[in-house]
């Protein structure tokens, strides 16, 4: 036998990651699910060339540099004789990836508005296949996405009028322009030190100025009557174009919202046309009254320049009524705690495909004590792991995409006649509907994702899957783990979003709306079939536990409250999935996961049935799970 050296004896082969559009079972099923067909078959080749895209080596070596040069500031904030200057830098990487998703129209699919309500779901799962290739991008891509739909809302109404209607459209095209070099993308500034999450102890401050020395923004626009001081505390995309901010007018007023353009001309009033290396700002422009205090060192998102900012007379336009705030940027809200919900499942979807390819290159050894050698998708053991892993990862996809569909229905209502089917509810249900899932989906998605994260990016890789492998970087599971963790606190904790949840289904006005569209949701998912005896009772019951007790004893068991509902929801939709075309793979996933979460009784017939197969089906069943009807391509895996 001879012995190993550095440079011979056995080395593993490199799995080969495929196009997630075509290798993801559950995408291809969602989108089967959700969307009708003459609309897939339109987007097909469109998603299948994103696919492939993402995954060019130029994008991984991008991700490489955005993670390696990471953002500063030039001269650590300040120039060689100590003036603040607050001059950003961003790497390479990190701009080229932003120009990709600009120019592939990430944010702006949703407003070209070519396929209708389906436009807000296929925009998102877009963002799904982006994300894992990302290197966060898509960070700043929900705050812009947010933004968008918000000065669309604004732009709307008759009531916006004059100069400022004209600065919010500018902003709009900017915000949905594919042309790198003109596109913004924006900043959501709510954080302050005070209240984290809770923003009621906002201390930045607004005061109206009118045209009082005034100025212009880098497209010779009003930068506008409001001005603003204030703190805050964790900013991301300090590198936009422009943002959306709280602060308070007066004391006896809520909070209010505001537009600021992130830059203006400089006082000179010298024209703006030079772009300085290391940033998309024109070079003799300067920040709208913002000093960038620090950069956040932080555990993953590390390209994202993510900071704390300091406000001095920052120039902005109301949005909206004086004092109606938290309202205006619940619209931002909304549509990013889904985007916090596709960042997770696009990374674990990545982390499936890796594991998946793995599976087909690693051996283990056969019997016990033998010599022989197994491929790991032959190890009923291992192939029932990943089906687990992948039946959680349907089940939350399945949860998070519907939301983005009945998003898509509310923001085109008025728009479109309804049919009442599950995934066209009946108007009077899409709204409260919506509601109750915004909170919903993203806190238990993005909280359920972290373990998930863990098993598919680290475990299912052994030791490699810890390893930050950036010299094959399409391997850095360790990244997409790291990356993965924080949605569950950005855009309101479990906690808060349970309570969120809470308030919204005792409301005294609109909370029994939004239980009633729970109610229909549930019963239309499993109608007529078997699992309505599980799962409608299981529902009934936890809505008379929301209405009986009082407030406080409700909000208490909020995140427990939160959990169960979640899984009903989840249950239901994974039947109406299986259902749809009585796939055996759907239906065991279906069956799993309502054996786990409780919903059916592990002595029944039905669980001993499933557990009693025999090992030879139950690898079939989860190798089908896994890969799909047709199973695994065997041709990469003969290679060995």
Known sequence: MEPSSSNTGFFQELPELPNQFHDDVSFQRVLKFLVPEHIRRQVEPEFAQLGEDVLAPYIFDYVTDAERN??????????????????????????????????????????????????????????HLWEASAANTTCPGAMTDGATRLLQRHLATKELQGVQRTVLQNAYDRLTSRDPKRAWTSGQWMTERPGGSDVSQTETSAKFVGDRVGGLDTDGLPLGPWSIDGFKWFSSATDAGMTILLARTRPDKGLSAFFAPMRRKRGDGAPVTKVRAGSRQPEDSELNGVRIQRLKDKSGTRPVPTAELELKGMRAWMLGEEGNGIREIAT??????????????????????????????????????GRSRLLLYRSPLHMQTLADLTGDYHGLMLL???????MGLEERKGQLATDGSLISPPALHIGPLLRALSSLHKAYVCKQSVPLL???????????????????????????????????????????????????????????????????????????LAAAGLLVPRFTSLRARIQAGPTDIVLADARGILFELAEILVACLMVADAHSDHSPAAEAMALRFLIKKGFLDKDSDVAKAAVAASVEKRLASDTAIVYGPSGPNVQQAAKL
């Open 70 to 127: 990471l953002p500063y500031l030039r001269g650590g904030g300040r120039n060689a004789l100590g003036r603040p200057t607050s001059e950003l830098v961003t790497g390479e990487g990190w701009r080229g990836l932003q120009a990709f998703g600009m120019e592939r129209g990430i944010v702006a699919y949703n407003y070209e508005d070519r396929h209708g309500a389906d436009s807000r779901v296929l925009q998102m799962m877009r963002f």
């Open 332 to 369: 931002v809200l909304a549509i990013t705690r889904v985007h916090c919900s596709i960042a997770c499942l696009g990374l674990a979807g990545r982390a499936l495909g890796v594991a998946k390819a793995y599976s087909l290159k690693r051996t283990i050894s056969g019997e016990a004590g």
């Open 400 to 406: 998070t995409l519907y939301t983005a569909r009945i």
């Open 454 to 528: 863990h098993a598919v990016c680290m475990e299912a890789l052994g030791g490699v899957g810890y390893l930050m492998n950036t010299e094959t970087e399409a391997l850095n599971m360790a990244r997409l783990f790291r990356d993965g963790t924080v949605n569950a606190i950005w855009e309101g904790t479990t906690d808060v979003l349970s309570t969120d949840l809470l308030r919204t289904l005792t409301h005294r006005k609109s909370g029994r709306a939004s239980l009633d569209a729970l109610a229909w949701f549930v019963k239309k998912s499993v109608e007529n």
